[in-house]
């Protein structure tokens, strides 16, 4: 967009017309701070003003627009002033980002992020090559361990009977790159060296192409369970 000096835009591509969904004779001559939603118009102004003065801004401001009546996006703007050669004010130039979509997947993962985090059910992440990179709170209760004492480690280290190449962590290990999940009911090491038996299930992370990038692993101690059912057949 491009603004005369009352704040009136007076240049609009078709990406523009688009994105505030107006026509472009609707769109020119409109104040730029009619584009603004509410709680948006004074960051708009700020920049406007800081424009004017210094001539351009550094990096990118995030406000809220108006798309048509109804609507809003959000959208990232930055600019820089225009002048003649005597150095008088001819235009400000704004370019504008909508960046709604990337802001929403932002907030999806935070969300995702939260979700794994303090969920009840033990997770974590590894690499391919089976080492942690992640735990959530749930798994650091369940084995008694800090978080940076688990991640670097192999998964293999938390699951008992691992060692060898008939070992339970083997077994897992192949079903998975053969490329299927594996779910079923093992035992694992906590901290202190006891033995515990947990329900788990393991798929990979691929990427849209097929490459595994992670493995996610879910467990849940069964420990008290099992030992409810031993008594009860007594």
Not at 48 to 74: I, K, P, S, W
Request: contains cysteine; glycine residues 10%.
């Amino acid at each position: 967009l491009a603004l005369n000096s009352s704040g009136c835009v007076s240049e609009a591509n078709e990406a523009a017309l688009a994105m505030f969904g107006s026509s472009r004779e609707s769109l020119i001559g409109r104040p730029m701070a009619s584009l603004a939603a509410p709680d948006s118009s004074d960051t708009l102004l700020g920049l406007l003003a800081a424009l004017r003065r210094n001539g351009h801004v550094r990096g990118q401001t995030e406000m809220e627009m108006l798309r048509g009546e109804d609507l809003t996006f959000t959208a990232s703007v930055c600019g820089n002033v225009g002048v003649d050669l005597q150095g008088l004010f001819t235009q400000t130039h704004l370019i504008i980002a909508d960046i709604s979509a990337a802001r929403k997947a932002d907030a999806e993962k935070r969300l995702l992020a939260a979700a794994v985090e303090h969920a009840s059910e033990s997770m974590i992440i590894t690499d391919v090559g089976g080492t942690v990179l992640y735990a959530n709170q749930a798994f650091e209760k369940l084995v008694g361990a800090q978080r940076s004492s688990i991640a670097g480690r192999p998964f293999s280290d938390f699951m008992a009977g691992s060692n060898g190449p008939d070992g339970q962590y083997a077994k897992i290990a192949a079903h998975l790159e053969a490329g299927h999940p594996w779910g079923g009911r093992v035992s694992g090491w906590k901290a202190d060296g006891s033995s515990y038996e947990m329900e788990l299930a393991v798929s990979a992370v691929k990427r849209a192409d097929g490459l595994v990038l992670n493995y996610v692993a879910v467990s849940q101690d069964i420990t008290a369970k099992l030992r409810m059912e031993r008594e009860l057949r007594q």
